[in-house]
């Protein structure tokens, strides 16, 4: 999910003022808010599966050129450094971690959809999403 300083533009969002009308850019986990995107229909979401797997593959080759000498914090904050490739794979376990069922038998890409996670001609099939809510993790746009 989410790190605190992914989240920082929830509490101070990118605004400005227009000949008196305030115009601002705010923090959406998931759904767009925004009519102009009517709902889900064209937002992407703050986790793309997609987009994560190239950041992935990316993170990956880039380790493979810089090996262990290069480190970056992660997570942000936290005050750990890690080479490339545990990065890479912090990533690719968190997301990992979103279809795996919990100690409840629960899917956080499920929302807690009681069919989902406990039916018994659905629980063992996983819906592959178009995007997550960056914050919970449940699956969000097409799921076909």
Same mark, same amino acid.
């Given at each position: 999910?989410? !790190?605190?300083?992914?989240?920082?533009?929830?509490?101070h969002p /990118?605004?400005?003022? =227009?000949?008196?009308?305030?115009y601002?850019v705010?923090? =959406?986990?998931?759904d767009?808010?925004s009519g102009l995107?009517?709902?889900?229909?064209?937002?992407?979401g703050?986790t793309?599966i997609a987009?994560? !797997?190239l950041l992935?593959?990316?993170l990956?080759r880039f380790?493979m !050129?810089?090996g262990?000498?290069?480190? =970056?914090?992660c997570p942000?904050?936290s005050?750990?450094?890690?080479?490339?490739g545990? =990065?890479?794979?912090?990533?690719?376990?968190r997301?990992?971690?979103?279809s /795996?069922r919990g100690?409840?038998?629960?899917r956080?890409?499920?929302?807690?959809n009681e069919m989902l996670?406990?039916?018994?001609h659905?629980?063992?099939?996983m819906?592959?999403?178009?995007?997550?809510?960056g914050?919970?993790?449940r699956?969000?746009?097409?799921?076909h």
């Amino acid at each position: 999910m989410a !790190f605190d300083k992914a989240r920082y533009p929830k509490d101070h969002p /990118v605004s400005m003022d =227009v000949n008196g009308q305030r115009y601002e850019v705010a923090y =959406v986990s998931g759904d767009s808010d925004s009519g102009l995107f009517r709902g889900n229909s064209s937002w992407r979401g703050p986790t793309w599966i997609a987009v994560n !797997f190239l950041l992935i593959e990316s993170l990956l080759r880039f380790y493979m !050129f810089y090996g262990n000498t290069f480190k =970056v914090e992660c997570p942000t904050g936290s005050g750990d450094y890690m080479h490339l490739g545990h =990065v890479a794979e912090e990533l690719q376990h968190r997301l990992q971690r979103l279809s /795996v069922r919990g100690d409840d038998a629960r899917r956080a890409i499920n929302d807690g959809n009681e069919m989902l996670d406990y039916g018994p001609h659905w629980k063992d099939y996983m819906w592959f999403h178009e995007f997550l809510d960056g914050d919970s993790g449940r699956g969000l746009g097409a799921s076909h």
